[in-house]
């Protein structure tokens, strides 16, 4: 099992730019596939970006490829979201989780896919 602790998130102006963290918990960190999630008041949650166990495959939204980039330090136990060029849109509660699997180049796109969520970090992006 793994436990997962988001952090970063603030109140940024648009065409700014936050860097979110995840940290997990447990050994084998390597064995998860990750991603980051967002879900704006009186929307669906959505997903924003993933990354394989072993970050070489990662996926991104639409709407934020070219803005965002995800990483991951196996060694630390961390992912990161760099958010750059953040409009208004962009504004929503962050979630990181991750899906424990065998084969490291998995990449799970889905929410349901995902077995670990953390707390949510919330991201504000005023015009």
């Known amino acids: 099992q793994v436990q997962l602790v988001e952090s970063g998130g603030g109140l940024v102006q648009a065409g700014g730019s936050l860097r979110l963290s995840c940290a997990a918990s447990?050994?084998?960190?390597?064995?998860?596939?990750m991603g980051w999630f967002r879900q704006a008041p009186g929307k669906e949650r959505e997903s924003v970006a993933a990354?394989?166990?072993?970050?070489?495959?990662?996926y991104y939204l639409d709407s934020v490829k070219g803005r965002f980039t995800i990483s991951r330090d196996n060694a630390k136990n961390m992912v990161y979201l760099q958010m750059n060029s953040l409009k208004p849109e962009d504004t929503a509660v962050y979630y990181c989780?991750?899906?424990?699997?065998?084969?490291?180049?998995?990449?799970?796109?889905?929410?349901?896919?995902?077995?670990?969520w953390g707390q949510g970090t919330q991201v504000t992006v005023s015009s």
């Open positions: 990354i394989s166990g072993n970050g070489e495959s990662t």
């Open positions: 447990g050994r084998t960190f390597s064995r998860y596939a």
């Open positions: 989780a991750a899906k424990f699997t065998l084969n490291r180049t998995v990449l799970p796109t889905l929410g349901y896919e995902y077995n670990y």
